[in-house]
């Protein structure tokens, strides 16, 4: 959940600005931005926080520190404004101008497909965006149990983690009840995004789109040497190699000593092939 999300509900909760802006650390301009961008209201009837007792039990643990991503200097960069603020945000995760500047000014797709790569060359901006990319850079560290847990959700990912379908019962415009097929998205919140490759809604609904498990499949498959022709083919280039480096250093003594050369590299190849083959 993004900064603003959360603030959000600090403020229908009855926070004032300026505890906003100090919880997530930000100006108050900022959280005023976010009330007019996202249309916030309390309506009647809301509620202040209450206080409660703030003394940690004995043996408590401390929260972890959560890992600064630049985010917050790039909220209290007088130098942009705070829409150019949650551009740069935005831009730095999803690389994608057009969505991020749609997200931040809160227009129209054909518009923000102009204004944001004309707003890539602010050099303020850039500098920003920059400034975030390199702290993402210092922040990655993927190791190989990591790409083998992504492949393995995508493997053994179900369509049922992020599409909700069924039957359920309606009523149409004369008062009748009657049973219809439904499909619903889950929220972005409950889904393993990762392990989807697009979703669109058009005139035919909803359409969703997985990463191919059967690739992620056949990866794995490879990675573990599930497959037993895998080992066969490495262990028998390997075989084919010693002979052929053998055969290399007989021709060599063959032509120093002046000897008629005797080759049987071809029958020790084969012989060296059936037995690696009938190994299992």
């Not at 942009?80 to 935005?90: A, W």
């Not at 390199?134 to 190791?143: D, N, P, T």
């Not at 498959?221 to 262990?235: A, G, I, L, Q, Y």
Request: aromatic share 8%; charged share 35%.
């Amino acid at each position: 959940m993004e900064n603003y999300e959360k603030a959000e509900q600090d403020y229908m909760a009855g926070m004032k600005y300026k505890e906003i802006a100090e919880k997530y650390g930000t100006t108050i301009n900022t959280v005023k931005s976010w009330k007019k961008r996202y249309g916030w209201s309390r309506g009647e009837g809301a509620h202040k926080i209450e206080k409660v007792c703030t003394q940690k039990p004995k043996g408590a643990h401390k929260k972890a520190v959560p890992i600064d991503d630049g985010t917050k200097e790039t909220l209290q960069n007088d130098d942009l404004t705070p829409e150019q603020q949650m551009f740069c945000i935005y831009y730095s995760k999803t690389f994608n101008a057009a969505q991020s500047y749609q997200k931040a000014y809160g227009c129209k797709y054909d518009t923000a497909m102009v204004n944001g790569c004309m707003l890539l060359r602010n050099t303020k901006v850039r500098e920003e965006i920059e400034r975030l990319k390199e702290i993402k850079r210092q922040q990655i560290v993927a190791g190989t149990e990591d790409l083998v847990e992504l492949q393995m959700r995508i493997a053994f990912g179900d369509i049922g983690n992020v599409l909700e379908f069924g039957r359920e019962d309606i009523e149409t415009k004369d008062g009748r009840m009657v049973r219809v097929n439904s499909l619903r998205a889950r929220e972005s919140s409950e889904v393993d995004t990762q392990m989807i490759k697009s979703i669109t809604e058009g005139q035919n609904g909803l359409t969703v789109v997985m990463k191919d498990e059967q690739r992620a499949i056949d990866w794995l498959t490879k990675f573990f040497e599930m497959n037993p022709d895998d080992k066969h083919r490495r262990e028998f280039d390997k075989r084919k190699l010693e002979l052929e480096m053998l055969k290399l250093e007989m021709q060599t003594k063959e032509s120093a000593d002046d000897t008629p050369e005797q080759d049987n590299f071809l029958e020790a190849l084969n012989a060296s092939a059936q037995e690696v083959w009938s190994d299992d």
